[in-house]
């Protein structure tokens, strides 16, 4: 199996502020790479696929990039609603797999 | 108004049994290729299950291989996860959500149903 490792884990920071998380992946997977957004008790929020497309009504201030085994989310000025934990998701080679989560809690 | 809508969770036994529903509304269901996916207590998020949209193909992860099955009714926009030989560390919040197609990807998402195997 594919294994895809965030980091940081946690992630302090303020409104306005620009934040990267960064998800690796064990073996190349191309751009086969999606990330969600997901609050406390809710269900998951697809918000990019394909590495950098943004889905549909996402925010421009959401990014994504990168290819092969090395990815990151970026979100240029985070706002208040973004405080949540977010999951990269690889999509190359069944099982499809996820990251551990990344926090992004107030500072 | 697009919508999954997930039922059948509860608790059950160890070596229970239990069959998960989602309900589609709001979208092509007979042509969307459908995933459920669980979240364990203060856990990350586990792939378990693929139905292609016509349910002639279907894929399973190796952790419920053999024990969970996935299938469809496309006359009745629902899809559905029959779980057999649970075991406590089932216990998690079962969402389905939808393909995208050619990307493996899971678009829309349910609000997820809880299962407790205790």
């Known amino acids: 199996d594919i294994q895809m490792t965030q980091s940081p884990s946690f992630l302090p920071a303020s409104v306005g502020e620009r934040v990267t998380i960064s998800c690796r992946a064990s073996q190349s997977i191309g751009r086969f790479l999606s990330w969600y957004q997901q609050k406390p008790g809710k269900a998951p929020k697809f918000l990019i696929y394909?590495?950098?497309a943004l889905q549909s009504g996402v925010p421009s201030r959401f990014g994504g990039s990168g290819s092969g085994t090395e990815f990151t989310l970026t979100i240029s000025s985070l706002q208040p609603e973004d405080f949540a934990t977010y999951y990269c998701q690889q999509s190359f080679t069944a099982p499809w797999t996820f990251g551990q989560g990344t926090k992004v809690e107030m500072k | 108004q697009v919508q999954l809508v997930e039922s059948g969770g509860g608790v059950v036994q160890p070596g229970g049994s239990l069959r998960l529903s989602c309900a589609a509304s709001g979208l092509s269901f007979r042509n969307s290729g459908m995933h459920w996916v669980r979240q364990a207590p203060g856990k990350g998020l586990e792939w378990l299950a693929f139905i292609r949209f016509d349910g002639t193909k279907e894929d399973h992860a190796e952790s419920v291989k053999g024990r969970f099955t996935i299938s469809r009714d496309n006359s009745k926009n629902t899809l559905y996860l029959q779980m057999d030989s649970l075991r406590i560390e089932d216990t998690a919040v079962y969402f389905c959500?939808?393909?995208?197609?050619?990307?493996?990807?899971?678009?829309?998402w349910g609000q997820g149903t809880k299962v407790t195997v205790s």
């Open positions: 394909g590495a950098s």
């Open positions: 959500a939808t393909d995208l197609y050619n990307w493996n990807a899971f678009e829309i």
